[in-house]
């Protein structure tokens, strides 16, 4: 039977960059994935770019029920750490929006550089391998696998969380924590598009394809201020992603749908100029006619003239288009949600070394640990830091 000193579970972002640390740093190393290829969800990230870090990383852009665990591990190990790593592979990088950066030509590049850090840590790699049993041993750990049976030193569960099953997401995680007896927090979508109530779905779906900026907040007061697009199933953009990690099922959102425009000051001086003109070609010099055409629909812009316009409708109006209120149905689940919200308890684990402080050497890092990130770079940022806090540990053990 084969020993190895660290086994990790998951050959996506954070199982890959600690399998590679822990191999540079002296360990022998086996890593295990179910799936074809590793990096399956970095290929598709970043619209098949990688947005792989984020210029802006602070502890205040993550989400966890124990906030304060992230900071020492995204402290030791930096986004300006994983961008010294990218220029040494020569990677070209951009800059798109808000400090994310993406790969200019592909994602392949981050999954080449992370395969080629592993080959320098002399990794043993096993892909299409499911992991059937784990079991305590005296020694550490023994794994019944499909392509064999394994012992290790240290165990590393790297596999991730319930989002986009179709790339071989699974509970995996959460249930080998409770094998332990190591709490696992509820879980949910998070990143992920929301979906409208009929009838405004029915109207909005008019609106398929429409993207435009605004300022979207949540009943708990976070705002992000990004594009928001109209689907066929409801809202997404950024804008939404982002609030759907704060939203909880039967809470309002609020849209401001002009954040770049005075709208009363706007419409004072159009009527000044204008005064014939109607209220609905007005807004059409800040707003895409179809959004326009979609709020008449709902009762929000009358059929009057500027002139014609009260100031209690016009005070009305602007309420209505600068503090759109709407209660979601739902969001459309793990199916497109890109991170799971939730999963193992960091009260359960050293924020240092990511062991389980009950179960010695056995460590979670990345998506399946309770610490979820904005959109924009922050989860890859932390799947680099905590698999590198790992790493650090496992060397020495």
Known sequence: MQHFDVVVIGAGAAGMFCAAQAGQLGCRVLLVDNGKKPGRKILMSGGGH????????????????????CKSALAR????????????????????TLGQLFCDDSAQQIVDLLVSECQLGAVELRLRSNVLAVEKIDQGFALQLSSGNITTRSLVVASGGLSMPGLGASPFGYQLAQQFGINVLPTRAGLVPLTLHKPLLEHSALLSGVSL???????????????ILFTHRGISGPA????????????????DLLPQCDLAAFLDQQRQSHPNQSVKNSLASYLPKRVVEFLQLLKVVPELTLKQLTPAQQIALVNQLQNWRIQP????????????LGGVDTRTLSSKTMQATAVPGLYFIGEVVDVTGWLGGYNFQWAWSSAWACAQALAVE
């Open 213 to 227: 900026p605004s300022v979207v907040s949540s009943e708990s007061g976070v705002q992000f201020r990004e594009n």
């Open 329 to 340: 149905n739902g969001t459309e689940g793990y199916r497109t949600a890109e991170v799971t």
């Open 240 to 255: 939404i992603l982002q609030i759907s990690n704060y939203w909880q099922a039967g809470e309002f959102i609020n849209i």
């Open 77 to 96: 190990y930096s986004q300006w750490d994983f961008i010294e790593l990218v220029n040494r592979y020569g990677i070209a990088y951009h800059e798109k």
């Open 50 to 69: 990688c947005n792989f870090t984020n210029l802006y990383i602070e502890p205040a852009a993550y989400l966890s029920s124990n906030p304060h665990f």
